[in-house]
T-cell receptor, first 116, second 109 residues
Framework: GAVVSQHPSWVICKSGTSVKIECRSL??????MFWYRQFPKQSLMLMAT?????????EQGVEKDKFLINHASLTLSTLTVTSAHPEDSSFYIC????????????FGSGTQLSVL | RKEVEQDPGPFNVPEGATVAFNCTYS??????FFWYRQDCRKEPKLLMS???SGNEDGRFTAQLNRASQYISLLIRDSKLSDSATYLC??????????FGAGTQVVVTP
């Protein structure tokens, strides 16, 4: 099946630093990738839709200047958490679909971010 | 009201028993339905799609009830390895996915 690679798996950083997370589709091209955040015992919350070659579409309440998304190629999207604070600590996960619609998503393995 | 709601559980199930749980959705325009499985701090993995006529995949059976706007998942002959959180995923007509918070299943020896 389709494979989506995400790294790093774990990040521990000091408050105020920026953290970059990469999401790669290894065996298919993805014009669209999705970034989610998941707090313990809660559902995945869509943060933004990453579009290759254009600006990302952010969900309501998600600060675009805080969470910078770059989708420079058909196989790579990056999420940068700028000036991270403890409240940004969460499980971040990306997904992509090889199909025309975003059904049957394949997920990256997720990144656990802990901001001290 | 949440767009996709699930009983968080946990459902404690003896090994070999059957467990079933539902997921309700609020958007009547939803087009596609899925069950994903998520292990602790891991990525969700597609378990099965849910078709209008209901479908079965081994020990797993999924049903869709459009009139009452819910889908269900039944697990027969539960295995210890079935312990996980099961996420209900619903797509709206515009393709946006909505995730439920998940139902935790714990299969005990």
């Amino acid at each position: 099946g389709a494979v989506v690679s995400q790294h790093p798996s774990w990040v521990i950083c000091k408050s105020g630093t920026s953290v970059k997370i990469e999401c790669r589709s290894l065996d298919f091209q993805a014009t669209t990738m999705f970034w989610y955040r998941q707090f313990p015992k809660q559902s995945l919350m869509l943060m933004a839709t990453s579009n290759e070659g254009s600006k990302a579409t952010y969900e309501q309440g998600v600060e675009k200047d805080k969470f910078l998304i770059n989708h420079a190629s058909l196989t790579l999207s990056t999420l940068t958490v700028t000036s991270a604070h403890p409240e940004d600590s969460s499980f971040y996960i990306c997904s992509a679909s090889p199909g025309q619609f975003n059904e049957k998503l394949f997920f990256g393995s997720g990144t656990q971010l802990s901001v001290l | 009201r949440k767009e996709v709601e699930q009983d968080p559980g946990p459902f404690n199930v003896p090994e070999g028993a059957t467990v079933a749980f539902n997921c309700t959705y609020s958007n009547s325009a939803s087009q596609s339905f899925f069950w994903y499985r998520q292990d602790c701090r891991k990525e969700p993995k597609l378990l099965m799609s849910v078709y209008s006529s209901g479908n079965e995949d081994g020990r797993f059976t999924a049903q869709l009830n459009r009139a009452s706007q819910y889908i269900s998942l039944l697990i027969r002959d539960s295995k210890l390895s079935d312990s996980a959180t099961y996420l209900c995923v619903v797509t709206a007509s515009w393709g946006k996915l909505q995730f439920g918070a998940g139902t935790q299943v714990v299969v005990t020896p």
